[in-house]
């Protein structure tokens, strides 16, 4: 068999293309899977940070981010960072854990709980956020009737709300006026509901997607743990992907990676070579060309000559009923986002905060009883050296997310949208020991694009997340925490691709001129691309998207090796009539269907399951 | 395990796993016909003792092999041993229950077995004056801590854990400091308040803490409440919380702190209408206001708001109204008995009682209202008897129903109540067709005194 030959070629190996990679790979078709980078995962790479350090000098144009300060080169160990150019959380349920699971790729990696969550409030703390019923119970700061709104707010958001009362009409009320007015909730409340547990990004961010997603967040806790959140090992998305595609290689599928493509040409309609597959591609510096049925892309790839072979697969937005993803912000006012990455050396937390108004030392300040939380229960006897066990330090932050709600700095630019830092340490593995990763973010509106510059907006954000660092322990613990010099910053701007919405209404344009112009169904499926999200959603969507990408994949490939059969057949029994062809094409159409309803039943195959255990 | 396609089983696959099972219910009942012949044979061997343990990996719920090891161990085996020996096979024991313990948290007579090895680890290794006289001791009872934990951990709301964890704690040689207890149970409770074994535990603890003076109880009681209504405003729904309310506010002696709790929860009503424990609780405190405080606060408005509040409760747990129609009863009732008895000032509770059981009787009590009555926590036992003696002369051909009831509700207070009762209620049975109420108190205090006499007199 011809080794050059395959089913599927994916081009670029994003979280996307690779979990259809896999998918395909696993549902038995050949896949190629090329990536010009000489590393996994596309926009969504985990990168050492030397590596990050050369891409934003070279590589990140193509994915469109720009505006590059940097301060320090790259550091000591610069090879046990794990730099994630899409930093992002992943909710305990939902498409892309099913993913993982479904098709054992969650075995190759290992995950850590995202356990601490702050927000930034107006008078310039940060308070923990309260995202379950014991959170509620222990907080200080809520008063009595704050916290049973607040608890009935939650019972509410984690149930069936389509058809409730306190929903009807306000599906489309911006979410913080009607947290504020239904559940009569007050302003920091509210705040926090909307930024720091449903991850709104803008005031104008309205209610039901806002409810849908929370729903999901509240019912994600305790599957792994009491935060509803995971973040990968190793920089997460980029390592998750580099998961997928060891699970498609596994099943047989081809890498290269570090190779451009140097054309892809149609192959001509013609009789004479028996199968010929519809697509060469020849790469740089690869001798032997690659031949396929489809590719499947993102839109940077597709070269121009071949627009109309291109399809998009239809994105979440889309008004498909079975999509329940609703994540997409609906908001289309921003286009980019501005980004910060700061290594820092000494931990932060949450909890300790300027005024030195912190939960813990309340805490344990009014009852004697907590003096012996601390104490071995065995040698509470001998030990009470410790003269004041108060001062247990608070935890510092390992992986957890701080928002900055829009306007909550007084020198903050972010005034429209909300600012996220997202802190990942060692026990994420993307840090050496005692070395801490803060990535913030914000999307900037259109308006702003041409004369943002994300160090300006971003740096009083990063100095508010750097007063949070512990006091040096050598430091006598009254002095009041001094902010700390991060190692290693970079801010820059990344772009975002079109929004969905619109690449969806040129999909459909696309499509009818297509069937219009050429009797073929489309061979070349571009995948949707990730608009703006909230940070737990993008990895859910990519996973979304990669399962509507392998059903037209699965389709368009049945329907490709079906018509090539028939025109085989044809070329050898009846030279064609064109009447005979068209119902030759009609007839297998309706078999493939069916054909595929009965191979392929699923996203992904049932895994080899261990032999029935005799429970002896 | 769900999502996972049922593979079709053959018809001979189905039958080869019935086989398999069929042949492990032979051998188990087997080994159960061996163990109960040889314990009939009192047969005490080291053979009989492997046996059990077989048969316990098994089913640990068989508490008759249990005994029968204890009784093999007794007899057959420690006599024969030294003390050491004696220690390991105890060890042994201990860690078989370990592991079934792991697989049945809730079996009672694996904690039973435990406690049992424990109580009879043999002094030493060291002779008696030596300083590891009681060293074999010490060892376990440190590792017991640590295991009744790890159960916490596992199941923080395992009753029988928790039970044992009192056991071990009244049991360690050097005891902890109560103290700690406290720390323990705050953290079980902010890892899941709804959790009635740690509020009870607290609640135990906080007691004698109070009764030993260790602790400054309006103080504590304060940081209490305090708690307990974060987890009120919380989880309204949650019973255990109110529970726990129920036993701070107690009796409800002190006004101050009852009128202050009662505006807690009202206001809690505001934002909950629909609160069915905020409802009931409201209930139970404006009683506990007419019981203890009837000539200083407005009873007719609060017999007034617990109708109301009944008529609520009726409507949104429907399943229990006839609970609160008796509730409902009760109010007046008990207010009305209370008028009666609160004028007279003399401490002698004779009089009171008769003049109680006079307004009973002048009332016209039914039978289901006194019975009511009599169930109550709102009344004391004198009273009870007092309305017990209205209620049968009242009611004349029911008495027998009656000397059931005041067996009942006095054995809740104290043995000799209960016993005095009975014989009263038996003496009221017989004297049926007496005429005045002055005849049968009479009976009734002569039996009374020959009860206690003779209670006396044991």
Redesign the interface.
């Known amino acids: 068999m011809d080794e050059g030959a395959f089913d599927v070629v994916v081009i670029g190996t994003g979280l996307t293309e690779s979990i259809a990679a896999a998918a395909l790979s696993k549902a038995g078709f050949k896949v190629g899977h090329l990536d010009q980078n000489p590393y996994y995962g596309g926009d969504e790479a985990s990168l050492f940070l030397d590596e990050f350090v050369q891409w934003s000098k070279d590589g990140a144009q193509s994915s469109g981010c720009s505006s590059f300060s940097r301060s320090g080169e790259t550091l000591p160990q610069s090879r046990q960072y794990s730099i994630s150019l899409s930093p992002s959380i992943i909710p305990s349920t939902g498409p892309l854990i099913s993913s993982l699971i479904a098709s054992g790729v969650s075995r190759y990696g290992g995950f850590r709980l995202v356990d601490q969550f702050g927000i930034y409030n107006s008078s310039g703390t940060v308070r923990r956020v309260p995202g379950n019923?014991?959170d509620?119970?222990?907080n200080k700061n809520i008063s009595?009737?704050d916290?049973?709104?607040l608890?009935?707010f939650l019972m509410f958001a984690s149930g069936d709300f389509e058809d409730k009362n306190e929903l009807k009409g306000n599906e489309t009320t911006p979410y913080v006026d009607f947290l504020k007015r239904v559940f009569s909730l007050n302003d920091e409340i509210a705040s926090t509901i909307s930024y720091a547990l449903s991850y709104c990004l803008s005031p104008a961010d309205t209610t039901l997607p806002a409810l849908q997603r929370l729903r999901r967040y509240l019912r994600s806790a305790g599957r792994y743990g009491s935060s509803p959140f995971l973040v990968g090992h190793y920089g997460s998305s980029g390592e998750i992907a580099q998961g997928f595609c060891r699970a498609a290689a596994v099943s047989g599928g081809v890498y290269i990676l570090g190779q451009s493509i140097s054309s892809i040409i149609p192959s001509p309609p013609s009789d004479t070579t028996p199968n010929p597959r519809n697509y060469t591609i020849r790469l740089k510096d690869f001798p032997d060309p690659l031949t396929c049925d489809i590719i499947i892309s993102s839109q940077q790839y597709v070269p121009s000559e071949l627009a109309s072979h291109t399809k998009h697969v239809g994105t979440s937005v889309s008004s498909e009923a079975e999509s329940v993803e609703t994540t997409t912000v609906t908001s289309t006012n921003y286009t980019s986002i501005a980004r910060c990455i700061a290594i820092i050396d000494r931990p932060l937390t949450f909890s300790a905060s300027q005024d030195g108004q912190d939960d813990d030392s309340s805490e344990t300040a009014?009852?004697?009883?907590?003096a012996?939380?601390d104490?071995d229960?065995?040698e509470?006897?001998t030990t009470n050296s410790n003269p004041n066990p108060k001062l247990k330090p608070p935890t510092p932050v390992d992986a957890g997310v701080l928002v900055f709600p829009p306007s909550c700095l007084p020198n903050g630019l972010a005034t429209e949208f909300s600012v996220t830092a997202f802190i990942v340490g060692d026990s994420t593995m993307s840090t050496p020991k005692e070395k801490w990763i803060i990535y913030l973010s914000t999307p900037i509106s259109k308006d702003d694009t041409s004369s943002a510059d994300p160090e300006t907006i971003l740096r009083p954000y990063l100095d508010a997340t750097l007063r949070l660092a512990s006091p040096d322990s050598s430091n006598p613990p009254s002095d009041a925490p001094k902010s700390i010099k991060p190692l290693f910053t970079t801010f820059y701007l990344q772009s975002c691709p079109l929004d969905a919405s619109s690449a969806s209404t040129s999909s459909s344009t696309n499509a009818s001129t297509q069937t219009a112009t050429s009797a073929s169904t489309p061979t070349y499926l571009i995948t949707p691309s990730l608009p703006l999200l909230p940070i737990p959603s993008s990895p859910d969507e990519a996973a979304t998207n990669a399962e509507r990408v392998f059903w037209e994949a699965v389709r368009t490939l049945k329907g490709s090796r079906m018509s090539r059969q028939s025109r085989h057949r044809r070329s050898r029994s009846m030279p064609g009539g064109v009447e005979v062809e068209v119902e030759t094409e009609a007839d297998t159409e309706t078999e493939t269907e069916t054909e595929t309803e009965r191979e392929i039943e699923s996203f992904w195959p049932?895994l080899e399951?261990p032999e029935e255990e005799?429970d002896s | 395990m769900h999502n996972v396609k049922r593979t079709p089983q053959s018809k001979e696959a189905i039958e080869a796993r019935k086989q398999k099972e069929q042949s492990k219910i032979r051998e188990y009942l087997a080994l159960t016909d061996d163990i109960l012949n040889r314990k009939k044979s009192k047969d005490y061997s080291r053979e009989s003792l492997n046996k059990t343990t077989q048969i316990l990996q098994i089913n640990p719920e068989f508490y008759t092999v249990w005994n029968y090891r204890r009784m093999i161990l007794l007899n057959g085996i420690f006599p024969g041993c030294s003390a050491s020996e004696i220690n390991e096979q105890l060890s042994e024991d201990l860690s078989l229950t370990t592991t079934a313990l792991k697989a049945h948290p809730k079996v009672y007579w694996i904690w039973n077995h435990r406690r049992w090895c424990l109580e009879n680890v043999p002094t030493g290794p060291g002779d008696a004056g030596a300083p590891d006289h009681l060293g074999w001791r010490q060892d376990y009872w440190k590792k017991e801590m640590f295991v009744v934990e790890k159960m916490l951990d596992v199941d923080a709301r395992n009753f029988l854990a928790w039970s044992y964890r009192r056991y071990v704690l009244s049991s360690m040689p050097i005891p902890r400091n109560p103290k700690t207890e406290l720390t323990y149970t705050k953290r079980k409770i902010e890892t899941n308040f709804s959790n009635f074994s740690a509020w009870h535990q607290r609640s135990k603890v906080l007691t004698s803490l109070w009764a030993k003076g260790e602790l400054d109880e309006r103080q504590s009681k304060e940081a209490e409440f305090d708690l307990i209504k974060n987890a009120m405003f919380t989880v309204p729904e949650d019973q255990s919380a109110w529970i726990y309310h129920r036993w701070l506010v107690g009796p409800g002696h002190d006004r101050d702190i009852l009128e202050r709790e009662i505006d807690t929860i009202k206001l809690l009503l505001e934002e909950q209408p629909d609160s069915k424990w905020c409802m009931e609780s409201l209930v139970h405190y404006n009683m506990l206001l007419i019981r203890n405080h009837v000539s200083s606060v407005n009873t007719a408005e609060l017999v007034q708001e617990c109708r109301k509040l009944l008529g609520e409760l009726r409507k949104v747990d429907s399943a229990r109204r006839e609970r609160y129609n008796e509730l409902g009863i009760l109010a007046p009732c008990l207010l009305s008995s209370l008028k009666a008895t609160d004028p007279v000032q003399r401490k002698d509770l004779a009089q009171k009682r008769d003049t109680l059981a006079d307004s009973a009787v002048s009332q016209g009590l039914t039978e289901r209202e006194g019975r009511l009555l009599l169930f109550s926590d709102y009344y004391y036992p004198w009273e009870r008897r007092a309305i017990t003696v209205a209620c049968s002369y009242r009611t004349g051909r029911k008495l027998g129903a009656f000397s059931t009831c005041i067996r009942q509700s006095c054995s809740r207070n104290c043995k000799q109540n209960s016993i005095a009762a009975s014989v009263a209620a038996a003496a009221v049975l017989r004297n049926r067709n007496l005429g005045g109420l002055e005849t049968r108190e009479q009976v009734v205090r002569d039996s009374e005194h020959k009860t206690m006499e003779k209670g006396c007199a044991q």
């Open positions: 019923k014991e509620i119970f222990k009595l009737v916290k049973r709104r608890m009935r009014d009852d004697d009883e907590d012996e939380l104490k229960p065995t509470s006897q049932p399951q005799d």
